[in-house]
């Protein structure tokens, strides 16, 4: 029992870290460690690793409920496996080399949990250190990965510290601990104060619409959601926007399949008069996808980008022979998936998309910087997770997507936290969630490749 509880404990300030006090983290594995460490029967402590994964992943996951209490069970069961399977391979060597076995394990871990699947990289550890930019810069070379490496690393340090009896592995292990992180200050110091703005994007708005996610879609309200869309749009032109960016899937109809639908959206662009990226379904081919338009002032499509990494139980289905009775009970989305990078192009600056999640998987944001991408435009909506701490939590990602990939990020979301994220992962403006806002931004534009965006995985 009392092993549990002290699991139990670690789950919880891993949680609070998350949320509220990151610092938290440093000391919030060393129990999970110690269990690793101590604990002989590989079937014990896999279930105290799986029972720290449930609670852990149970508070940062809580929102999915209100789309699919089913969904955040399979989400929760899921996700336990990896810090059980940690504690399982958990080194009872206490040499030096254990520190960086254990914290390369974890790391490892995260790693492989962002594409098995389809990948769900929800809850990186290094993430809770968003606002640390004078330390998570190591990110352009290493990722989230480099920082979460770093945080278990200590956590091991931290026990080995105390469990420890030989003075002289002490204090090797510590002066060797306090160099890394030392490192990683004089790096993010060093890349915070060279990093120079290349040029910029001027008067951009970014749309903050707030509607229901569930009214949203509803055909009889269709003129209404219509009405503020161009209301929106035409005060944001009035204050001097040049682009504007609504969230994702604004309306419910699709662009290329109902010509009355596609007429509106021209009218609404020819009389804003100005450049627009709106997030609607689109129909090609006999195939809908999750896209992002982007129009000039005349309502000519000048380029779309379609979703690649579909959310599967949401906008599709796996196994549909299979699991085809599930849609007797909520609905799913039948939209296909997009394959090429499709870049944009405004102002002779080329430029990517990433439509809700898209901006958790560290490999497609990488991937579209290093196919040309000169900023990154991430438009959500996170609505069906009501008035929840996902907003916060998805916000922090993004953060380590613009460090990572040195690459400014424009988010405009329907209720999450609408902002602009510059290359160094500063927010230098945003909205209040769960708000009708606007929001108009100068951003700043940086070309240099990151090693991560070149070499990472």
């Not at 990965?145 to 204090?171: E, H, M, P, Q, W």
């Not at 909506?381 to 996902?390: A, T």
Request: proline content about 3%; some cysteine; charged content about 15%.
């Amino acid at each position: 029992m009392k092993t549990y509880l002290a699991v139990l404990s670690s789950a919880l300030l891993t949680v609070v870290g998350f949320y509220y006090f990151d610092l938290l983290l440093l000391v919030s594995l060393i129990s999970l460690i110690y269990v690793g460490i101590s604990i002989r029967s590989f079937k014990r402590k896999f279930l105290l690793g799986y029972f720290w994964g449930i609670i852990t992943f149970g508070f940062l996951s809580y929102w999915v409920i209100h789309v699919s209490f089913l969904g955040f069970l399979a989400a929760i069961f899921y996700l336990a496996l990896y810090p059980g399977f940690f504690v399982i391979l958990v080194n009872k060597n206490r040499k030096f080399i254990s520190l960086f076995y254990i914290a390369g394990l974890w790391a490892s871990l995260e790693f492989l949990r962002s594409f098995i699947f389809t990948g769900l990289p929800w809850g990186f550890l290094g993430y809770a250190f968003w606002g640390r930019l004078n330390f998570i810069q190591i990110a352009d070379l290493f990722g989230v990965y480099g920082v979460s490496f770093i945080v278990v690393l200590i956590n091991a340090a931290l026990l080995f510290l105390f469990i420890d009896k030989n003075i002289r592995l002490k204090v090797v292990n510590s002066t060797i601990i306090l160099l890394i992180i030392a490192g990683s200050f004089c790096y993010s110091r060093y890349r915070l104060n060279a990093l120079l703005p290349e040029g910029s994007i001027n008067n951009i708005a970014l749309v903050q619409t707030n509607v229901d996610s569930n009214l949203k879609w509803s055909l009889e309200l269709y003129k209404d959601n219509l009405e503020r869309i161009r209301l929106m749009g035409l005060i944001a032109k009035e204050r001097g926007a040049e682009l504007i960016i609504f969230p994702e899937t604004i309306l419910p109809y699709s662009y290329n399949r109902d010509e009355g639908f596609m007429r509106d959206i021209e009218d609404i662009a020819k009389e804003i008069n100005c450049d627009l990226i709106l997030g609607l379904p689109y129909y090609q081919n006999g195939e809908l996808y999750n896209s992002s338009l982007l129009l000039n002032k005349y309502g000519e499509v000048k380029g779309r980008y379609f979703k690649k990494h579909l959310v599967p139980f949401g906008e599709y289905l796996p196994c549909k022979k299979i699991l085809s009775f599930l849609t007797q009970f909520y609905p799913i989305g039948y939209y296909s998936s997009g394959i090429d990078s499709n870049l944009l192009k405004y102002q002779g600056h080329y430029f990517s998309v990433l439509i809700c999640y898209e901006d958790i998987f560290p490999n497609i944001a990488r991937k579209a910087a290093l196919s040309g991408a000169s900023f990154l435009v991430n438009q959500s909506d996170e609505g069906w997770f009501k008035n929840s701490r996902e907003v916060y939590l998805n916000n922090q990602i993004a953060v380590f997507r613009a460090i990572e990939n040195r690459r400014s990020l424009l988010r405009s979301t329907n209720t999450g936290i609408t902002c602009l994220i510059d290359y160094k992962g500063q927010i230098l403006n945003q909205l209040e969630p769960f708000k009708t806002d606007i929001l108009i931004v100068d951003m700043p534009v940086y070309r240099g490749t990151s090693f991560y965006s070149k070499y990472g995985l």
